[in-house]
Nanobody, 120 residues
């Protein structure tokens, strides 16, 4: 089955940087949306960066100029996070809309999440 696996979370001091990576595996025909969400304690999940194949990247206002989403290969994408603040502390989840070998429409898939802690 299709799986998304994140890597790269951890702890960093304010002003620091982290890079998250997501790798998709399984019977994939195409990935046409790659994105990153985050969920902080007692807050709703929010999309912070998204990339449509062949299109431009989109960012939540809170991360514009600090985070960069990139598609590294057909099945890998990453989120480079700079100048992190305590407000960026959350579980970060990768998401993709994927057409599989057996589907005719894109289906949503999620990773299990990577914890990012920003504190001094």
């Amino acid at each position: 089955q299709v799986q998304l696996v994140e890597s790269g979370g951890g702890s960093v001091q304010p002003g620091g940087s982290l890079r998250l990576a997501c790798k998709a595996s399984g019977p994939i025909r195409s990935i046409y949306v790659m994105s990153w969400y985050r969920q902080a304690p007692d807050k709703q999940r929010e999309m912070i960066a998204g990339l449509v194949t062949g299109g431009n990247a989109h960012y939540h206002d809170s991360v514009k100029g600090r985070f960069t989403i990139s598609r590294d290969t057909e099945r890998d994408w990453s989120l480079q996070m700079e100048n992190l603040t305590p407000e960026d502390t959350a579980v970060y989840l990768c998401h993709a809309a994927i057409v599989t070998q057996t589907s005719v429409v894109g289906l949503d898939y999620w990773g299990s999440g990577a914890q990012v802690n920003v504190s001094s």
